[in-house]
């Protein structure tokens, strides 16, 4: 083919940066191990809950660049992933719960919506729906949107000042837009937000943020700063509960509730909460009209190939 035989520099580039991080990782050493923390902290200021290399698009403009940025911009020029057996990753909490940031990038947005949308987030301390919905999973309320309102979590989130108005005036937009249709653009700023498909059971893993109160069987967990999480045992079949002690832990099956509280020594909640369970689909019954499409304005032709189910009494009509 003649030529001078030259490298192309970017990819000479991009294969040793793959084959840098494989041998640190494998190793198992120091800058491994710093590895690890560099890319725990990316995913979690990405707010993807799918791993950000294994995943490598859309493109994370919303967040500063780096050497693991662009190592993920390079597999995704070649077409490829990497799978990272130690990545850590947010948790999904519950049934039809999602990623924001990940739903937010699936519509048109211009990068600098994007920067209010992570100033935003990162503010609030939120990663999924299920992180800033009540706990019935059928709404957000009005005002955990407004900047005034932020999620109590053990996580190390990076250091966000107050954002801007105009940064919660996008995030209430974009949850218009995609996750709360049915709400007018022109209600109060401090409105709640009705979610289109609610959200059903919850999941048992790690919660990504310390809610006031849960509930596990018969003990609802309630947490105070500075004391912890302080439990109540059920009495009989009214809704209270009375006061036990303080947890050093919460069961991991534990999901998070609304209550009312009577006094420091008991608490009152409604009956849990059970998503209604949806029927399954079957075959409709022979000669069950499932819908009427006949234009009676002008005359009906009908028409039928003569089937005949002898022992249920139907003929086949059209």
Same mark, same amino acid.
């Given at each position: 083919?003649?030529?001078?035989?030259?490298?192309? !520099?970017?990819?000479?580039?991009?294969?040793?940066?793959?084959? @840098?991080?494989?041998?640190?990782?494998?190793?198992?050493?120091?800058?491994?191990?710093?590895?690890?923390?560099?890319?725990?902290?990316?995913? $979690?200021?990405?707010?993807?809950?799918?791993?950000?290399?294994?995943?490598?698009?859309?493109?994370?403009?919303?967040?500063?660049?780096?050497?693991?940025?662009?190592?993920?911009?390079? $597999?995704?020029?070649?077409?490829?992933?990497?799978?990272?057996?130690?990545?850590?990753?947010?948790?999904?909490?519950?049934?039809?719960?999602?990623?924001?940031?990940?739903?937010?990038?699936?519509?048109?947005?211009?990068?600098?919506?994007?920067?209010?949308?992570?100033?935003?987030?990162?503010?609030?301390?939120?990663?999924?729906?299920? &992180?800033?919905?009540?706990?019935?999973?059928?709404? /957000?309320?009005? &005002?955990?949107?407004?900047?005034?309102?932020?999620?109590?979590?053990?996580?190390?989130?990076?250091?966000?000042?107050?954002?801007?108005?105009?940064?919660?005036?996008?995030?209430?937009?974009?949850?218009?837009?995609?996750? !709360?249709? @049915?709400?007018?653009? @022109?209600?109060?700023?401090? +409105?709640?937000?009705? /979610?289109?498909? =609610?959200?059903?059971?919850?999941?048992?893993?790690?919660?990504?943020?310390?809610?006031? !109160?849960?509930?596990?069987? &018969?003990? %609802?967990?309630?947490? +105070? =700063?500075?004391?912890?999480? %302080?439990?109540?045992?059920?009495?009989?079949?009214?809704?209270?509960?009375?006061?036990?002690?303080?947890?050093?832990?919460?069961?991991?099956?534990? @999901?998070?509730?609304? %209550?009312?509280? %009577?006094?420091?020594?008991?608490?009152?909640?409604?009956?849990?909460?059970?998503?209604?369970?949806? =029927?399954? =689909?079957?075959?409709?019954?022979?000669?069950?009209?499932?819908?009427?499409? $006949?234009?009676?304005?002008?005359?009906?032709?009908?028409?039928?190939?003569? +089937?005949?189910?002898?022992?249920?009494? /139907?003929?086949?009509?059209?």
């Amino acid at each position: 083919m003649g030529g001078l035989a030259l490298p192309d !520099c970017y990819t000479r580039q991009t294969q040793h940066h793959i084959k @840098y991080m494989i041998k640190h990782l494998r190793w198992d050493k120091t800058i491994g191990g710093d590895i690890l923390t560099t890319l725990d902290n990316i995913q $979690l200021a990405s707010g993807f809950t799918t791993p950000i290399l294994e995943k490598v698009s859309p493109t994370l403009d919303h967040i500063d660049n780096g050497w693991i940025i662009d190592l993920r911009d390079r $597999l995704n020029t070649i077409g490829a992933t990497m799978w990272i057996e130690d990545s850590w990753q947010p948790k999904l909490q519950r049934v039809k719960d999602f990623s924001l940031m990940e739903r937010f990038l699936r519509v048109k947005t211009t990068p600098q919506e994007r920067k209010l949308l992570r100033m935003a987030l990162h503010h609030m301390r939120v990663v999924t729906l299920a &992180d800033i919905a009540d706990p019935t999973g059928t709404y /957000i309320p009005g &005002d955990r949107l407004t900047g005034t309102w932020r999620a109590n979590t053990a996580w190390e989130w990076p250091k966000q000042p107050q954002p801007p108005k105009k940064a919660f005036a996008t995030l209430r937009r974009l949850l218009r837009n995609t996750i !709360c249709q @049915y709400d007018s653009p @022109y209600q109060p700023i401090d +409105s709640d937000l009705s /979610i289109t498909e =609610p959200m059903g059971e919850w999941l048992p893993v790690e919660r990504n943020v310390i809610h006031d !109160c849960l509930r596990y069987d &018969d003990t %609802i967990y309630c947490y +105070s =700063p500075g004391e912890g999480f %302080i439990s109540y045992s059920k009495r009989g079949e009214s809704g209270f509960f009375n006061l036990t002690s303080t947890v050093e832990s919460v069961p991991i099956h534990a @999901y998070p509730i609304s %209550i009312v509280m %009577i006094d420091k020594n008991q608490v009152w909640t409604m009956k849990r909460f059970r998503r209604q369970t949806q =029927p399954i =689909p079957g075959k409709p019954a022979p000669g069950r009209v499932l819908f009427d499409n $006949l234009n009676r304005q002008g005359h009906i032709k009908g028409a039928s190939d003569g +089937s005949l189910l002898r022992d249920d009494g /139907i003929m086949t009509a059209g």
